[in-house]
């Protein structure tokens, strides 16, 4: 089955649009070997067919069919290096971690230093932009249009999509859309709904595994009165990339990059009320996740946003990536559920958009 599996003319079906008896019998050019594989893989819960007789739908590509962005600043070749200082020097810093930090689910040092850090929005540790049919050209379009139809603060046409730093775009509705950008959109607009951040001045953010900045520069690129919103990290690469991109951005002033062993003093000295986690807990030990969640409630943070990675679930369970559930967790450690909504609350958008979760917010209790 593993050579059915990697054959470039079979698509195993797993549960995705699975074609109908009456339609596969109707493939009269099939051939006799192919019929007979296939007799053999429907035992296993797969098919075998040619790949020209797939609907363009049900094609998963391994390679993105959008354009990937290659003009980025001359600048940042030079500095956006493993020899510059400033990452040394946080790699330095963070060698000081607390052990249950250093103990990575997914973020292992030979891991970090995989990452391109010169097109760090391309498809990376960072932000996955292919590999299933979630990710290609199919889903960054139905996407858009779920955007077009519900983004009740109009940021689709407030923010915008260069490309830069090697990131995948596609076209439509007449605009450059990512997945950073539909992805910041649909976050916003569940963190609008359920605090009214749009409309609040003085608001401070905790980003905890803030990657390379993608969230913190859209909303601070969105929301001009958002005080300040503070990007927190383990991983001295996503620290060093997150503080060029933010700054390249026009964002100084109003963000820093802190690191995990700062924590507490940030905390201490600012009232941050919202906290946020996307995507990355489900990359951490529930050890490293408690670790988190003690300096959150030691500080009285009142909210905390999550959302998990997909994988066989659809973001429906809060497990980490190791399949353990965090939400029980995060109830012991005092917070409550809020809210928890799919990304696209269109049930075939939620199947087939761009890289489909949910969305959780919690509130503390104690």
Known sequence: MDYLNNCADVRAYHGFCPLSEERFDSLKLIAPLSRLIDRGARQFGYRFLPKSFLDLYQVDVDEPSGKSGDDSPADAAVYLQRDNPRLLELGRLYAGLDETLKTPLVWTDEYAAQTDLQHFRGHSAWVYQKGNLNLGERAHLLAAYFVLAH??????????????????TYTAAGHKVSRDLLDSILEIGFLDRHLQIASRSGLKVLDIGAGYGRLADRMLSAFPLLSRYFCADAIPESSFVCEYYLQFRGHQGR???????????????????????????????????????????????????????????????????????????????????????????????????????????????I
């Open 151 to 168: 983004d009740e603060l109009k940021l689709f046409e407030g923010l915008s999509e260069d490309g830069l730093f090697g990131a995948i």
């Open 255 to 365: 963000f820093k990059v802190i690191p995990a062993t700062e924590i507490d003093e940030l905390l201490a000295a600012e009232n941050v009320e919202l906290a946020i986690n996307i995507h990355s807990f489900s990359e951490c030990t529930l050890n490293a996740v408690k670790w988190w969640l003690d300096k959150l409630v030691a500080h009285r943070v009142k909210h905390f946003m999550i959302v998990p990675n997909a994988c066989n679930h659809d973001g429906r369970m809060l497990w980490n990536n190791a399949g353990e559930d965090m939400q029980p967790l995060i109830e012991q450690c005092g917070y409550r559920l809020v809210a928890r909504e799919p990304k696209y609350s269109d049930p075939g958008i939620q199947k087939f958009g761009l890289n489909p979760t949910w969305f959780w917010l919690f509130g503390l209790a």
